[in-house]
């Protein structure tokens, strides 16, 4: 660690010192606020903004974290090849994913209890700042505002839903019917999770419940549904019951009440056959379901195969299986798998404007952020997220340019490699606070 003599501390280390430092006053905050210049520093701010408990809720991993901070180190591996003397003057950082147009190859991965950060709007916050962005927003089944809510908040803003299976199908699927009918326009379904990952910190901080006011409001289902129920225990209320009563050593373990344990690729099949009788029946432009959770070639060839439209890299930010492979490193072998059969989409350890330009040149179609929507939320709500996301669009431009790039398609492989050495050169990077 540095000390505060050393004259030539880069600003975000003195950053680091001043926020870990100052007591936190409106005016002390502001005053580091003025200071952020780059996603990471919002992590700083939040960690002496928040209780502890809930900042590390939000911040750590499983296990020995390695995961955790591999997502973040494994970009560091990578190396970029610029191009150079290539004409960027009008450079672009627009994509198109299922037919939507994005303003730039950067989206906030679905998560749940944004309320946690910004209890005001909580994911309405998040969803206007990705409507002001142009970009997609993935709103989990887990949310503190419901489907119907965040696209009252945000109508203009491009939005999946993002379900897991629970034990009660039809529950499940009258979440994605209700989703569809508001308008979200595809379907993440998160596999990663039969199990929720155990995270130490929470239990040391007793972090065992959502804390009040806040709310699983998805579980309330406001409105009536034309898909009917045949379980006893598809209420709102009992649901919640369940997941808030089960008193685990921590939180998320409740989850395990609720979600289904024996899941296949049937399934998977299962739910894209209803997804298109809802779009269906509610004369929607088809619906895409994307699979959040894949880290293998195997299991990409038989999400496509089950009927997935596209595939989703994620280790849930280091929190579900610890000691599995970094995102952006088990991407390769997840688009040579899918051979430009359907988009790849990566999230993990994203936190700069090279990180997205290296795992477009490893061949995802766009990336999720998921941890510095929270801490920006936590810091300057609906505008950190703003803020953040556009750090990353300028971050972006700059390395596209900076590699000759004037579009994304112009990003391709050979843009990166690997150090010749093996080695890394980096120095070391704080994943976790
Ligand atoms: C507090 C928190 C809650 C999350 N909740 C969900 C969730 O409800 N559903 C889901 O699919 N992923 C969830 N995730 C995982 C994110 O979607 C995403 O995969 C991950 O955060 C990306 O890594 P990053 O945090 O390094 O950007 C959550 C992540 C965090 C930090």
Redesign the pocket.
């Given at each position: 660690m540095h000390t505060m003599h050393t004259p030539s501390l880069p600003t975000s280390d003195l950053l680091l010192l001043f926020a870990l430092t100052a007591p936190t006053t409106p005016i002390i905050t502001k005053i580091k606020m003025t200071l952020i210049s780059n996603v990471n520093d919002y992590q700083i701010v939040a960690k002496t903004k928040l209780p502890k408990a809930l900042y590390e809720?939000?911040?750590s991993g499983t296990d020995d974290e390695q995961t955790?901070a591999e997502?973040?180190q494994a970009f560091k591996h990578w190396y970029l090849r610029p191009r150079v003397m290539r004409p960027v003057k009008d450079l672009s950082t627009v994509v198109t994913l299922f037919g939507h147009t994005m303003k730039m190859p950067v989206f906030c991965?679905?998560?749940?209890?944004h309320a946690?950060c910004e209890p005001e709007q909580g994911e309405c916050a998040t969803a206007k700042a990705c409507e002001q962005m142009g970009i997609l927003f993935?709103l989990?089944?887990?949310?503190t505002r419901s489907i119907e809510q965040v696209q009252e908040a945000a109508p203009n803003c491009l939005k999946f839903y993002?379900a897991?299976i629970l034990k009660d199908r039809q529950l499940t699927l009258r979440l994605v019917q209700r989703a569809i009918r508001a308008g979200y326009q595809g379907i993440?379904l998160?596999v990663?999770?039969v199990r929720f990952g155990y995270r130490e910190a929470d239990a040391r901080n007793g972090f065992n419940a959502l804390p009040a006011p806040h709310r699983l409001v998805n579980y309330d289902e406001p409105n009536t549904s034309s898909v009917q129920s045949t379980s006893n225990n598809s209420s709102g209320s009992s649901m919640e019951q369940t997941y808030n009563g089960a008193k685990h050593k921590a939180w998320d373990q409740n989850s395990e009440l609720m979600f289904e344990q024996n899941l296949s690729w049937a399934d998977v099949r299962w739910l894209k056959d209803q997804i298109n009788a809802i779009a269906g029946q509610h004369h929607s432009r088809p619906i895409p379901l994307i699979i959040?959770?894949v880290m293998t070639a195997e299991d990409a060839q038989l999400a496509l195969q089950a009927g997935a439209d596209g595939i989703?890299v994620?280790?849930?930010?280091?929190?579900q299986l610890d000691a599995c492979l970094a995102?952006i490193d088990a991407l390769p072998e997840v688009v040579d798998a899918v051979a430009g059969r359907a988009p790849v989409l990566l999230?993990?350890?994203?936190?700069r404007g090279t990180d997205v330009v290296k795992a477009l040149a490893l061949g995802a179609t766009a990336v999720?952020?998921?941890?510095?929507?929270?801490f920006a939320l936590a810091v300057e709500g609906q505008q950190g997220v703003l803020n953040t996301l556009q750090m990353l669009q300028q971050e972006t431009q700059a390395a596209m340019a900076l590699c000759g790039c004037r579009s994304v398609d112009e990003i391709t492989r050979q843009l990166v490699t690997r150090h010749p050495n093996g080695t890394f050169g980096g120095r070391f990077f704080r994943a976790k606070l």
């Open positions: 809720y939000l911040a955790l997502n973040i991965s679905p998560a749940g209890v946690l993935g989990s089944q887990h949310s993002q897991y993440f998160t990663d999770s959040k959770g989703m994620s280790n849930h930010g280091g929190r995102s999230d993990g350890g994203i936190r999720g952020i998921g941890k510095p929507m929270f």
